[in-house]
């Protein structure tokens, strides 16, 4: 009997599959104080660009049942603060750092992953897909197979680290993204962003926010995406992390059983910065209880699954 949790995911050995998510996660050291770090085996850092990002107009951020809808807008103090700043502070801390990439063209999203491949602090990258790319009208990458495959193959040949593609929920075909990533060179994928939404104030008559449309993350959204991490392994057998809704051991479980090997805690950490231990060990009692041979036995073995 092994109650170990440690895994492998997208080419880093993690301590526990507990990674804590982008933007939710801020630049790591928000988080020192509140969080056990020891049960958290990546942090994802908060999405970085080539030049700062100013974001959207406040309101940011709306409650929505079983779920938040943000329109942060990418906000980030760019690049060079970033190195400068951000990742001296990460000196120290106990698990892996992944910095999350975000960009308006091709050519930004590669400059930024050269520079961070140079940086000791940074373990792997994580690229944000869903932003629009200006070089083809606004579509965001992710909405355009060939081109996101392009994008990837780019980061790919200057990364020198492991490459995670953090995919779009609301795609037409998931699988065929999914495939593009692969296939330009990604490491591991990210399934999924937060689903398009809006809040209303019938009272004001008025959007909530500022920009009228956020994305909505919590658990509103992990049956969404637990059946898109069960199609997406099911068909390509890819290394995934999973991300929506994970607030409790259960969840975590729920994903790893349809495929994921990690899984991402966002908005949990704002009702409860203890999540990602009670989490932790939630997944040490089940592998226990169950006398699994580990966790990442659980990875796809989803009882009654059709082949």
Known sequence: MNAEIKVEAGGL??????VLASGCAGYGDEWLELVDLDAVGAVVLKGVSLEPWPGN???????????????VGLENVGLDTLVREKLPALDGLPCKVVANVVGRSRD??????????AERRVDALELNVSCPNVEARGMAFCADAEGLRDLVADCRDVAGKPLWVKLAPMVT??????????????DALTIANTVPAMAVNVEARRAVLGNVYGGLSGPAIRPINLRLVHVVYKETGADLIASGGVDGWRAAAAYILAGARAVQVGTALFDNPGAPAEI????????????????????????????
């Open 57 to 71: 107009a406040p309101p940011r951020i709306a409650e929505a049942p079983a779920g938040v809808i943000n329109a």
């Open 13 to 18: 050995e993690l301590a526990t599959p507990v």
């Open 173 to 186: 075909d998931i699988v065929a993204v999914a495939r593009a990533a692969l296939d330009g060179g990604a």
């Open 280 to 307: 932790v060990a939630g997944l040490k009692e089940y592998v226990k209880r169950e006398m699994f041979d580990g966790l990442s036995f659980l990875v796809g073995k989803l009882r009654g699954d059709r082949k």
């Open 108 to 117: 930004e999203y590669r400059d930024v992953c050269s520079a961070l491949a």
